[in-house]
């Protein structure tokens, strides 16, 4: 599932994607991983259907992270106006309001790689997601 309107970083707070959040039949959070996680993996694959056939909540408690959230409401505002625009086809529009979020958040990462992704989307659709390519963009304070 795409949270399109980031109303899930909202709550628990996460500056990264991609992030997996299992919740059991009764509705209850069983394990939650921040940044990183990627179905094409191997491990994550593997950690998703041994959770769907018969979670072992003791392992996944232990494997839970801590994330940080949005620091400014205005930046969340700007980024989920953002959503609704892009999923309008007004990408132009949702790019303004993305970087606008960014101004107010530079270091949130959700924002910077909804805007790469749109602007470069080879580096995250085309088969790996290309971390090298992000980290360079990083240090170069794009």
């Not at 991609?18 to 179905?39: C, H, L, Q």
């Not at 232990?62 to 620091?71: K, L, P, S, V, W």
């Amino acid at each position: 599932m795409v949270d399109t309107e980031n109303l899930l970083s909202a709550y628990f707070g996460f500056r990264v994607i991609p992030n997996m959040v299992f919740v059991d039949e009764s509705g209850i959070i069983r394990y939650i991983k921040f940044a990183g996680f990627d179905i094409r993996h191997a491990t994550d694959r593997t950690f998703v259907e041994g959770f769907i056939q018969s979670p072992n909540i003791e392992d996944l408690a232990r494997a839970t992270e801590q994330g940080t959230g949005f620091d400014d409401p205005m930046a969340l505002v700007h980024f989920q106006a953002g959503m609704v625009c892009y999923q309008r086809g007004e990408t132009k529009e949702a790019m303004d309001a993305w970087r606008e979020a960014v101004a107010i958040e530079p270091e949130n990462w959700i924002i910077r790689k909804q805007i790469w992704a749109i602007e470069h989307p080879e580096r995250f659709y085309a088969g790996e997601v290309d971390f090298d390519w992000q980290a360079a963009q990083i240090a170069e304070g794009r």
